[in-house]
């Protein structure tokens, strides 16, 4: 049952500037409010705590994709829609612009924000292993200053982040690659259905093959841990490595230690690592297949 | 005047429903109307030892409702009388309703309804059928069966005994399903003493519900009105839990001296509280000839009937005399039983037992196929039922099906032979990350009610002749998404000679319509459909014998004919009620006779493709071929195969109700995985149709027989993809990751898991 | 309640419904799907799951195709929101509308005026689009009753409808 509606004070500050006075007034009262894809499921199903919400839907100053000779940077209301619609998005990082697709559905798609996907902290989330893997930086600000991150250290536990409670998600950085090399993006994620499916294994890999061996891999699993996984012991089992059954073994048993899946409503913990190992042997093989 | 029946008429409320016009029950609001919430149990078992309400709350502005304020009997009247409207004393299952809550403020209620505790004192509680067959807890008489059949042919143990015989026996289970109607139930009710009663609501059997009310209140027939609401879709799960909520409902607007009340669930509660198809396990034994041809049948069919009795000897019943199959097999036994555990009641969902046993029976026949080296195809066909063979339930098929002939252009139309060739291939290259398969299932389902159930019934449907050739058919029959008032308009239509237009379907309201019976068991159709047909012939007929009409008419003629007749006599109604067609005999006691006046017939094939990094079963192709009788609009009929087919699809291979001491914990449609656009494969409809003598035009039945086959030939095409026997469904793609490990592991290959 | 410490206040919120203003007093969190049920007597917007999963409450809020039970009341302030009613211009039905009552897109009728809309904003992004395109769009609608496959005709069916009666603007 739903839960109480008139203990559910709400306010849409006209700036960015407002909504950081309001957030520094009162450290913790306010909790930021974007897309409500997650936040109005959790109202509805009183599973919500009453408070405060502060709507940032309409602030300009987190809105938009800006591209530069570096850098995507991403506003952190950018919607999963927009983020589909990018060109440069779609062409430099397919692996995001996968997960924007393979997130909810097109209705889910035009209200859920990059930014509330990452603040969820949901350990199942889609986009975070893409914004792993490319090494994505996200910028948190306050009333007093701003600070960027590296997003692979931003989780620190479960629903536990590198957050100030005063602090909300501006933009998220991503560098650009060098486009002189060829890269192997390598994305799946396994869902209890196609579409409108919460992520049962998903995985975002890339890498590139220099003179038959791999370099600069990035392996990123989720719904296998606490939190999106960057899977140090793949990334280093591949590194530097070339082709070979003895690489595949080694990659499907440093996966099998990377990630601590649990049994849970949708999934068994058998199924994960098994599926997880999977993933990471079809990425081994997606990676040098491009050099063969 | 052209016939519509065998046309594809649009459906008669179609505009309003692509409009948003169209006025469900939670698009209705009334004067002064207030808002209901239940408050239920958390507990599976245990005895109510108190009430309480926290502090701070304006409980005297709330009206509360408990078993003591009800003013007639607290029993909902369905086959036994052993559910109440509100646990008083002993709670049998989680989520049972306990305490009624209502106020004009909706947010104030449904927080005032967190803040009611029943405090209960536990007692121990079972969940599964061995533990409610061992009896350990008593729920229902001594042995916790809800109901138990017997239907036997034949000799079974002296067949067994016959020597030379392959045997071959079999376990299989299937899981509960939620009906999952898209429109949660909901009901208004308006209350008093010496007013009576009316609801309106989501429901399929405005009598049922109407049966139910009266001992509720202590009120007579006249003093209870049920009025059904455009139904958001049905599926068997508004036929028997309408009348509680109808009742909590007026319960509820009685306390607050005759309000309109409205008691609406969100889609939590509709799940976590209402029924669900039946979970089964079924047990098989076949002795078999090498040759293929099947001796003898023993089977032991049993399903969970949860913690009320409810309707669950009648889904037993189907299911028991579907669960030989379609198979001429000379000597059978099965024996089922519904048992009685701390799970909220099962219910009716499309099928109605027969999918459960169906899926048994299909399945099992891979197994027999295997034992004497025949095809999947092979073993069918040398065992299909025909014209003049004898059913489990000694019944003479009368219908004039060639059912190999209807295998053979499912066969056709899937390709089937040569894609088993084809994959084959595919599945031996080493380099391929799929695996591909293709299985088929024969079945079919009975018509009606069964046995003497239509005789019991004795269904009566009207027709009112209006000014100009207008009518208008009477019938309680509902309108849930399945076309019940376009092919009524089109059987009513056809005989009386006027336009499909001149006809409209009288909202089903018990103080306007008859009993028509109620909207289940692929009834409507074949059965109220004969007396539409007849009670709108008796309008001609009556024209005639008033000299008014002559042997042939035009539109205009009958409509002139009816003014005149309406002018001379004020009123023109026309009433037809059931007869069995002559020779239908049954017998209650030995379960034996003619079990259902016709049957659909059908064969169904799958295609699978099985991601062997994920395994995911994806469907790849789905040809659903059957005999249905004459079909009476091809558009509706292909949707309601397509619609089976898919409810099937999900039953399968994506809907597990995940159980936490008897509580469903998947609840929300996030975690209850539903088919979506994107999850089914072209479905590929095709009718066979053989005229039945006695249905309207020669219709029978389609509403349930889609939902048979499909879980069979989908796993059974899962099995000729990978080569494992997965028993059980859905068949989650973790249930196949272990199947194809274990299957490695026994051929000796490295396991990590 | 008793443990709330949070008030809302109700505040006025002024939108566009089907291209007319309307000022709703609402409490700030109320859903967009009640305001426009209950406040504006606008029930052709249906509730399936209240949890974003069905798509029966989908509407047009500023063009995109949203579910408007996950969406605030105080966050369409100032929003273009298009809904079922609005659908049909001057007593007649839009193409896909047409559609689905020619190739059987509805049966019980509860998810389809979201369907429709969802059919809707797929022609507008692929007037001819592929089956995929079309499964794709639909798939955050479901459905119980009809198995989507004379959806995916109706679909198809507005979307030949519409390039025909184009084609006629055209020439
Ligand atoms: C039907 C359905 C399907 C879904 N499918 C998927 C899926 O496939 N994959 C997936 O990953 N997710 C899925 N989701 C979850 C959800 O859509 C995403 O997590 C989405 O990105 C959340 O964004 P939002 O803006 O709607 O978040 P909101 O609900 O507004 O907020 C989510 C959380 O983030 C915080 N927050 C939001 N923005 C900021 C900010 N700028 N700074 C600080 N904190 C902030 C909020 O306080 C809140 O705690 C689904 C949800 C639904 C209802
Ligand atoms: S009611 Fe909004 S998505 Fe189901
Ligand atoms: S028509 Fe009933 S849910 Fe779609």
Redesign the pocket.
Known sequence: MRSYLPAFACKAPASLDEALVTLASEPGKW???????????LFESGKLPPGHFLS?WKLPE?RGIEVTDDAITLG??T??AEVREHATVAFELPMLAA?AR????IA?QG????????????P?????PALVAYDAEIE?VRASGARWVRYRDFHTGYKVMD?APD????RIRIPRRDPGQHWVHFYR?V?TRR?????KVGIAAIGRVEGGVARDVRVAFTSVAPTVLAAARTEAALEGQAFGPGLVAAARAATRADVTPIDDIRSTERYRHQVAENLADSFVHALFAQKA | MGRTVGTSAPRKEGVDKVTGAARYVDDLVMDGMIHGVTVRSRVAHGRITGIRFDPGFPWDEIVVVTAADIPGRNMVTMIEEDQPFLAADLIKHPEEPVVLLAHADRDLVIEAAKHVHIEVEELPAIFSIDDGLAADVRLFKDDNVLKRFLIEKGDVDAAFAEPGLVVVEGEYETGAQEQLYLEAMGMIAVAAPGKGVTVWGSLQCPYYVHKALKPLFGLGDGEVRVIQAVTGGGFGGKEEYPSLIAGHAALLSWKAGGVPVKVIYDRAEDMVATTKRHPSRTRIRTAVKPDGELVAMDVVFDIDGGAYATLSAVVLSRGAIHAAGPYRCPNSRIHARAVATNHPPHGAFRGFGAPQSCFAYERHMERVAEAVGLSSVAIRRKNLLGPGDLTATSQVVEDQIDFPALLDQALEASDFEAKRAAFAKHNADPASHTRKGIGVATFYHGGGFTGSGEVHLASVVGVEALRGGRARVLAASTEIGQGTNTIFSQIASDALGVPYEWVEVAAPDTGRVPNSGPTVASRTCMVVGKLVQDAAGAVVTTLRKAGLLGEEHTPEQLAAAVDSYLERFGELRTFSQYKPPAGIVWDDKTYRGAAYAAYGWAAYVAEVEVDLVTYEPHLRGFWAVQDIGTVINPLLAAGQVEGGVTQAIGWALFEEVRWREGRMINNQL?NYIIPTAADVPPIHVAFAPVPFAHGPSGAKGVGELPMDGPAPAIVNAIEDALGIDVRRVPALPEVVMEAVLAKRAAAGEVQHV | MSDAEARAERLAVTFTVNGVEKTVETLPMKRLLDVLREDLALTGTKEGCG???CGACSVFVDGRLV?SC?IPALQVEGSRVDTIEGLARGGELHAVQRAFLEAGGAQCGICTPGMVLAAVDVLRKHPNPTDEQVREGLA?NLCRCTGYMKIFDSVMTAALAIASRDGEGAA
Not at chain 1, 102 to 105: D, H, K, T
Request: negative net charge; hydrophobic residues 40%; without cysteine.
């Open positions: 909790t930021p409010l974007a897309g409500g894809t997650d936040l109005m499921v940032l987190l952190a209301l919607t999963y997960a393979e997130s909810g559905a889910i209200r859920g924000t990059l930014g509330g996907n990452i603040m969820n902290a949901s199942a989330a889609d986009s975070p948190l957050r602090e909300i998600l501006r994620k869902g579409f409108q499916a919460i992520t | 996030t | 949890e974003g999963e579910n996950l955050g």
